[in-house]
């Protein structure tokens, strides 16, 4: 089926064949168009497809003021955005719940901060000496490796394997109280 010529102000006509046609004619100009917006392919045809499916669903009601190729990419751009912000809604609220979780986990261990202080305190205390003198020196004085390192006469490369050992031995002595150590170490037990 050829095609007629788009005027401005002229309506849709609601036949399957003119948006089928429609489709076929533009698709991959508005799918590069998406994509550009989107970077992702599949997300990209889905908008596409989106914006025919809509077209057809409302082909009689539609009233193009401009060119209609200037219509079908100006809807491709709204429903990409569109996408763009919703996607950012649920991302915030994911972000959101995933901190509710984190208090309510913590509120939960509320109770057990003496015993988790108790615990953190024992395992620091049987930490290496130099293991301990790192860890002590990063997380509470702050300090970067390099400006460890020359403190206490190593190699950088001594520091971070020192942290890491410590780390490793912390995690593992704390084991069900690592939300709540994590809080600990970076709020109450700094001197």
């Known amino acids: 089926m050829e095609l007629r ?9 609601g036949a399957s064949q003119e948006v089928e046609q429609l489709f076929k004619t533009h698709f991959k100009g508005l799918h590069a168009y998406a994509y550009i917006i989107l970077r992702d392919s599949h997300l990209a045809e889905e908008i596409v497809q989106e914006v025919f499916v809509k077209l057809c669903e409302r082909a ?3 009233n193009i003021q401009t060119s209609l190729e200037s219509y079908l990419y100006r809807s ?13 809604v649920k991302a915030r609220y994911r972000t959101m719940m995933s901190r509710k979780q984190e208090i309510a986990e913590q509120q939960a261990i509320g109770g057990d901060y003496p015993a988790l202080e108790t615990r953190l305190r024992l395992a620091l205390g ?9 860890f002590l020196m990063s997380r ?9 390192a020359d403190r206490m006469g190593i190699s950088v490369k001594t520091v971070e394997n020192q942290m890491g050992k410590a780390l490793r ?7 069900g109280f690592l939300l709540l150590a994590i809080f600990l170490l970076t709020n109450i037990l700094k001197p």
């Open 169 to 175: 031995i912390l995690r593992h002595k704390l084991k």
């Open 76 to 88: 491709v751009y709204n429903e990409s955005l569109n996408h763009q912000k919703h996607e950012k």
């Open 140 to 148: 509470f004085e702050e300090l970067k490796y390099r400006e460890i």
């Open 126 to 134: 049987e930490l290496p000496q130099q293991c301990r003198t790192v």
């Open 5 to 13: 010529p788009w005027n401005a102000g002229q309506k849709l006509n």
């Open 60 to 62: 009689s009601g539609i």
